[in-house]
């Protein structure tokens, strides 16, 4: 079974940093694209980012462009977020997700091309 799990959430002050981590189970890691998604309170979820099978192809929203990189650790079968310049605007559960086919046929930012979901990370900037 495709397992998911988030880590690395928590409390930072603005301006701060946060590295999330996300461990894949039960699949190739390296032949499916992944993505970030956030939900903030009373917000719709937002892609934030997503990284092609290899790692070589990455994308984001505009709203966290040049603060966070997403990057794959194949060896390892773990997917990061790097979150630099941190805001309360970047509140939100953050979730990691796997595309339903290696590579998604739509937009990679859209959620609905992604169908395996881990339960999410909370990161609070206050």
């Not at 461990?23 to 032949?31: C, E, I, K, P």
């Not at 099978?53 to 966070?68: H, L």
């Not at 796997?98 to 609070?124: C, F, H, I, K, N």
Request: glycine share 12%; net charge neutral.
């Amino acid at each position: 079974d495709v397992q998911l799990v988030e880590s690395g959430g928590g409390l930072v002050q603005p301006g701060g940093s946060l590295r999330l981590s996300c461990a894949a189970s039960g699949f190739t890691f390296s032949d499916y694209t992944m993505t970030w998604v956030r939900q903030a309170p009373g917000k719709e979820r937002e892609g934030v980012a997503y990284v092609s099978p290899g790692g070589a192809t990455t994308a984001y929203v505009n709203a966290v462009k040049g603060r966070f990189t997403i990057s794959k650790d194949t060896a390892k079968n773990t997917l990061h977020l790097q979150m630099a310049s941190l805001s309360p605007e970047d509140t939100a559960i953050y979730y990691c997700a796997r595309a339903a086919l290696q590579m998604p046929t739509g937009s990679p930012l859209d959620q609905s091309e992604y169908r395996y979901w881990g339960q999410g990370t909370q990161v609070t900037v206050s």
